[in-house]
């Protein structure tokens, strides 16, 4: 067959005529295949699929598609380079004061006067100005203005979720911070990108760099070098040496982390190291000499100073307000805590405080009469060193209705109210109990743990059922034998808690402890932390004890009332959570909290107080060991408060014994903090609430029992082992209410024999170390 005649029949039969001599076998196999057609035409079929997969796939048309796309890619940052204009600079007119609010409405104070002036960049020493080259972008001289592969890095962050990660070079960072915002969007990457180019041709590399360091934040409410010199180190930018211009190159990644003063040790490990990356950089690209390097010491930072408007009282409230709306960003808007001191300094907002003006002002009032006008620092030298902190928490609304911070702002810049480096001591006693009764815990014979539960109350007792021996000393060594629970909290019996809390089990009374407010995360589940041996702030204890009185639902204080920018209200938390301990739990606590006041170590100062005019009060004193902080943490049905008196040593920070002061053998919980708090608690509660309390246990529904036994008081030994004690300087300070807590001591149990422990100052003896950490 021809080639001719061989189209035709494929035309007519749809298939090409085999050739003459395969026509015969190709018969054969059809009549031999029989049955077996079907199975042959399935896997005609499977090959076919292959075949069109092959087809769609083939190596011409998927490089055709990569070209197209990238073509389409081109062409679209073609179109976005030409659309895209460079702006005018708006970030000096974004920068506008904060107007802070009582609660009325009425102006507390106008902040947020921008801390910023411009200076031409020859003024800056050329290796100071090299230190940000070598920090964040070494490349920067030769470079277009943009790093695509950081920028990939970024865009991918932005769309998985995961926030702002660095890669920007100089010129992408002047752009954001001049012309763009800190906003973690895809727009807003492109355009940075589009405009960095644009402004790297049009600008030169010298006010590029003059841009940046002028408009960068460096923490410290400082904008620029001019006002970074300043607020570091207290000199202008042109008199900055090397070392310091790499401290300020190196905090720019991390203000808040890397302010030097209020670091944690991990924050000022990393900033360290990145000074010295900063000038390794330099030595590496030829700007600083090895040996002027060599011989280069950290320059730690000077404090920071207060603004002059925020005197007083006003500063420590402007802290907080900013450090919970900055806390709030983070969690709403997934910025990171420097873009969200960025935004907030920045200014525009108008903040509404939780303070009440009266209430407030019974507070102070309440402090200069029972405290200030009782220290006299010319007459004893201990008196400069007192510090009070007070809290003030409606247990209903969660508002922190009155702050003391300290005598004032702009001389104490650490806010008393708010630290967390010295123990609460005894005020931690009731939290144990709220575990015991929650996890309806027994005693070591089995017996239900609960207000009327019978303990051996006797000083120095070893606790049983502890893997750690554990023999706390009473108050003065005092053994009060067989004692009810609710005396042991009316005399704050240390015997008693330390074997309740083995009893409950020590895992379950941080548990309660972190429920009810408190930040016990990092803390081991040792017995010695039964005698409050953490660090807490005043305003913990408040929303610890406003839990209390709110019958068990979880109160997060806060002084934020409302947050507007812009006529955007930030919608703040709600300090009300949820039912965190069973209201029984919580009413029972509160009922033994009144045997304190009216029978025990505040009966004195509050029970017959002539300035009580019917108000039912719970409440509990403490004093840490060697008496360097003393407390009370106490409330009616309508208000809670807590006041903490702590040694702090006068100018050089410091925690110091305040043994003497204000002409006192020692300051105890139930002296100076129980008088401060009736004296404002008896000006501003009503004398007609009631507790609504769901118990039949406790003071306040049935009175004490105590078992016949006379206390008897054992002459105080010297102790075998003296516990060592490293106290924290720098208080932490924190934004939200939950601060970390590293406690200023560390427990010590050994596990072989008993320790025995000093005199209390109070409650409390000194603490035990951890033995994990013995030598």
């Known amino acids: 067959m021809g080639r001719a005649e061989e189209r035709r029949a494929r035309q007519r039969g749809g298939r090409r005529a085999a050739p003459k001599g395969r026509s015969s076998r190709a018969a054969a196999v059809s009549r031999t295949s029989g049955a077996s057609g079907a199975a042959g035409a399935t896997g005609a079929s499977g090959g076919g699929s292959k075949s069109f997969i092959r087809r769609l796939f083939t190596w011409k048309k998927i490089l055709g598609t990569f070209l197209g796309a990238c073509l389409l890619g081109i062409g679209a940052f073609i179109v976005l380079y030409m659309m895209v204009q460079v702006p005018e600079g708006n970030a000096q007119a974004q920068l506008q004061t904060n107007t802070f609010k009582y ?37 920067f001289y030769e470079d277009s203005g943009i790093d695509l592969k950081g920028t990939a890095r970024g865009l991918l962050n932005t769309l998985s979720g995961k926030g702002k990660q660095g890669g920007s070079t100089i010129t992408q960072q002047y ?15 492109l355009r940075e990108l589009v405009i960095s180019l644009k402004v790297d041709r049009q600008t030169s590399k010298d006010d590029i760099l003059a841009g940046y360091i002028n408009t960068s934040y460096y923490g410290r409410t400082a904008y620029g070098i001019q006002a970074a010199a300043q607020a570091y180190y207290r000199v202008d930018a042109e008199k900055l040496s ?4 790499a401290y300020l190159a190196a905090v720019l990644q991390a203000p808040s982390q890397y302010d030097w003063t209020a670091a944690s040790p991990t924050g000022k490990k990393l900033v360290k190291a990145r000074w010295n990356y900063v000038l390794d950089n330099m030595v590496e690209e030829g700007w600083l000499d090895a040996s002027t390097r060599a011989d280069m010491e950290f320059p730690v930072p000077e404090e920071p100073q207060a603004e002059s408007g925020l005197k007083g009282q006003k500063g420590y409230f402007v802290k907080l307000a900013k450090q919970q709306l900055v806390q709030q960003l983070m969690d709403q808007d997934g910025l990171s805590k420097d873009d969200a001191e960025a935004q907030v300094d920045r200014g525009g907002w108008t903040i509404t405080l939780n303070i009440d003006k009266k209430k407030q002002k019974q507070l102070e009032k309440a402090v200069k009469t029972q405290l200030t006008e009782q ?43 708010n630290r967390t480096d010295y123990q609460p001591a005894s005020t931690f006693k009731p939290v144990i109990l709220a575990a015991a009764l929650e996890h309806e815990a027994e005693t070591q014979d089995g017996k239900k743990i609960g207000a009327r539960t019978v303990y051996d109350g006797t000083s120095k007792r070893p606790v049983k059922g502890s893997d750690i021996a554990f023999a706390p000393e009473n108050e003065d060594d005092t053994d009060y034998g067989p004692v009810t629970v609710q005396t042991a909290m009316n005399k704050s019996i240390n015997s008693v808690f330390a074997q309740m809390g083995v009893d409950v089990g020590m895992d379950k009374v941080l548990e309660t402890a972190t429920d009810l407010g408190m930040d016990t995360a990092d803390l081991k589940a040792l017995p010695a932390y039964t005698l409050g041996t953490m660090g807490a702030s005043p305003i913990q204890m408040a929303g610890v004890y406003a839990t209390l009185d709110n019958h068990g639902k979880k109160v997060t204080p806060t002084i934020i009332k409302s947050a507007e920018r ?41 029970r017959d107080n002539s300035a009580r005019d019917g108000q039912e009060v719970a409440g509990k004193t403490g004093t840490s060991d060697d008496n360097k902080s003393a407390w009370f943490t106490g409330y009616t049905p309508d208000l809670v408060t807590s006041v903490g008196l702590f040694g702090e040593k006068y100018k050089v920070g410091g925690q110091a014994k305040m043994y003497g002061a ?36 406790g003071a306040a529904v049935e009175p004490s029992f105590t078992p016949s036994q006379t206390p008897s008081q054992t002459p105080s030994k010297t102790p075998s082992q003296t516990p060592s004690q490293t106290p924290s300087k720098t208080p932490s300070q924190t934004p939200s209410q939950t601060p970390s807590q590293t406690p200023s001591q560390t427990p010590s149990q050994t596990p072989s024999q008993t320790p025995t422990t000093k005199p209390p100052t109070d409650d409390i003896p000194e603490d035990p170390v951890d033995p994990a950490n013995e030598q």
Request: charged letters at 25%; hydrophobic letters at 35%; zero cysteines.
């Open 242 to 245: 090397v070392a310091q211009g």
């Open 175 to 189: 752009v954001k911070n001049y012309y763009l915002t800190q906003d973690q969007t895809v727009t807003r990457k």
């Open 375 to 417: 220290l006299d620092p010319d007459k004893r030298k201990v008196d400069k060193n007192i510090q009070a902190g007070a809290a003030s928490v409606d247990p209903k609304t969660g508002k922190i209705v009155a702050l003391y911070g300290g005598a004032d702002y702009t001389t104490h810049y650490f806010s008393n109210a």
């Open 566 to 606: 812009n006529g955007s209200e930030v919608e703040m938390p709600d300090p009300i959570g949820e039912q965190v301990i069973s209201r029984e739990t919580a009413d029972t606590v509160t009922s033994v909290l009144t045997g304190v006041v009216d029978d025990g170590t505040a009966k004195r100062s509050v």
């Open 103 to 139: 609660s009325d409405g009425s102006v507390l104070v106008t902040d947020g006067k921008v801390n910023r002036e411009v200076v031409d960049l020859a003024k800056i020493p050329k290796k100071v100005q090299l230190t940000f080259v070598a920090a964040e972008n070494k490349s």
């Open 662 to 697: 204000g002409g006192e053998p020692r300051v105890n919980g139930g002296g100076f903090p129980a008088e401060i708090w009736a004296a404002y608690m008896f000006g501003v509660t009503s004398t007609s609430a009631e507790f609504d309390l769901d118990t039949d246990q």
